[in-house]
């Protein structure tokens, strides 16, 4: 039965809400916009605030759902976190969606933030941080990804929250080395900017 719990973390995680939403909504592919990737902020650009927001939410319950009930009903460590990993994967690698699909932050988020909200925040503090400091999102990511395990670790949490930490980083870390050199002109919105000249 333990298997069953990642299966279903791969499934729920493979959901693709923002392109699903942004489809039925404008009648386009999200994916045609901004990064090129099933994101929401790529359903910002193409539907609107709200609908992001909505896909926000949607994406942060992929892994925070499957996760929590492998938690709850397995409660052995390596389910619950391979688990967690397999709804950042489906995410990122949707076989809805000829496996083209986001980059798996908001997911990683739901699935520590279903067995720690300790985690969570201090994961989310140690994102914001790195974006500030680097001013390249995906780059920022990558590092957010490396870090998470050794900062939970510093911070005393060893428990599976460390365990789920370690397996999303490292998928939310290998994802975002795709847009490594992309350019950006406004931060993680990546808003073109008119030059001086009003060109």
């Not at 709850?72 to 990122?92: F, K, P």
């Amino acid at each position: 039965m333990n298997i069953l719990f990642p299966l279903f973390g791969y499934i729920l995680g493979s959901l693709p809400f923002s392109i699903w939403i942004t489809r039925l909504v404008k009648n386009v592919d999200v994916r045609d916009a901004g990064s090129g990737h099933a994101t929401t902020t790529n359903t910002i650009r193409q539907a609107g605030f709200g609908w992001g927001a909505l896909v926000l939410i949607l994406d942060i319950a992929k892994g925070f759902l499957p996760t929590y009930l492998a938690a709850q009903y397995s409660g052995e460590t390596w389910v619950i976190a391979l688990t967690a990993t397999a709804a950042v994967i489906g995410h990122c690698w949707t076989i809805f969606a000829g496996f083209r699909g986001g980059m798996g932050l908001a997911t990683a988020g739901g699935s520590i933030l279903a067995v720690s909200p300790l985690a969570f925040f201090i994961c989310l503090g140690i994102l914001i941080l790195l974006v500030l400091v680097v001013r390249h999102s995906a780059r920022a990511s990558v590092f957010a990804g490396i870090l998470i395990a050794p900062i939970l670790w510093l911070f005393n949490i060893r428990d599976v929250a460390f365990w789920v930490g370690l397996g999303a980083g490292i998928v939310i870390a290998v994802r975002f080395l795709i847009d490594w050199n992309r350019k950006y002109r406004e931060l993680w919105l990546d808003r073109e900017k008119k030059n001086e000249q009003g060109e």
